[in-house]
C-alpha cells in the first residue's frame, strides 16, 4: 500500500539552529512529492515540490529538498531555522497516475526564541 | 485570486443529523478534492473529481458520506447520519493540470464535531 512516513512527530529547536525533517515514502513507480506547511490557524500551504530533473529542490522561505530514489526519501532541510517557521510539516506524494495525494502524519516544529 | 473558499468553517451538530460540507474551487481549475484530517489517521484523500467528474472515491469511509459536484464552481461533501467518529477538520482543495501534476491549493477547512 502506499504511504509516507515522517520520522518526527514532534522537533524543538532554537533559533538559528540548522533543520531536517526525514520523510520517506513506499511506493514502487514515479512520484510527484510536495512538502506542505500548516501555520497555527492557517491552511495548508505549498513549501516545494519535486516533478522530475534536479533532485534538489528549492521553495519559499528558504526551505530546500533533496529526493533520494534509492532511499526514497524526500528529505526537508533549512540551514537556519527562525520562531516564524513554528507550524506543522507534511510531506506528501502522487503517482501511478492518480492524481490524490498520499500524506505523512506530519511533523510539529517547535522553535525556541 | 480569492482562494479555495469552505464554509461553514466549523459546525456543530448532534449524532444522526445531515451535516453538509461546502467548497467553491479556483476559477479554471479543473480537479478538486476533499480530504479530512485527525489525529489519528492524519489526512487522507476521501474523493476527487476531474471536470465536475467522480473519479476515486475510494477513500470514502461508508455509504454515510456522500459527494457531487454539481458544476465548476461548486462541490459538497455530505454526511447522512452524522457520528461522532466524523469529527474532524474537512479540507476541500483544487488544482490545474495542464498537461501533467501540478500543486493543489487547499481551503481552511471545516472543522465537524459531532456530538
New interface residues.
Given amino acids: 500500500a502506499q504511504s509516507v512516513s515522517q520520522h518526527n512527530h514532534h522537533v524543538i529547536l532554537s533559533e538559528a539552529a540548522s533543520l531536517e525533517l526525514g520523510c520517506n515514502y513506499s511506493y514502487g513507480g514515479t512520484v510527484n512529492l510536495f512538502w506542505y506547511v500548516q501555520y497555527p490557524g492557517q491552511h495548508l500551504q505549498l513549501l516545494l515540490k519535486y516533478f522530475s530533473g534536479d533532485p534538489l529542490v528549492k521553495g519559499i522561505k528558504g526551505f530546500e529538498a533533496e529526493f533520494i530514489k534509492s532511499k526514497f526519501s524526500f528529505n526537508l532541510r533549512k540551514p537556519s531555522v527562525q520562531w516564524s517557521d513554528t507550524a506543522e510539516y507534511f510531506c506528501a506524494f502522487s503517482g501511478g497516475g492518480a492524481d490524490g495525494l498520499t500524506f505523512g502524519k506530519g511533523t510539529h516544529l517547535i522553535i525556541q526564541p | 485570486d480569492a482562494g479555495v473558499i469552505q464554509s461553514p468553517r466549523h459546525e456543530v451538530t448532534e449524532m444522526g443529523q445531515e451535516v453538509t460540507l461546502r467548497c467553491k474551487p479556483i476559477s479554471g481549475h479543473d480537479?478538486l478534492?476533499w480530504?479530512r484530517q485527525t489525529m489519528m489517521r492524519?489526512?487522507?484523500?476521501l474523493i476527487?473529481f476531474?471536470n465536475n467528474v467522480p473519479?476515486?472515491d475510494s477513500?470514502m469511509p461508508e455509504d454515510r458520506f456522500s459527494a457531487k459536484m454539481p458544476n465548476a464552481s461548486f462541490s459538497t461533501l455530505k454526511i447522512q447520519p452524522s457520528e461522532p467518529r466524523d469529527s474532524a477538520v474537512y479540507?476541500c482543495?483544487s488544482?490545474f493540470?495542464d498537461r501533467?501534476?501540478d500543486?493543489?491549493?487547499?481551503?481552511?477547512?471545516t472543522r465537524l464535531t459531532v456530538l
Avoid: V
Fill in positions: 480537479y478534492f480530504y492524519g489526512l487522507e484523500l476527487y476531474n473519479i476515486d477513500g479540507f482543495a488544482s493540470r501533467g501534476p500543486t493543489q491549493y487547499f481551503g481552511p477547512g
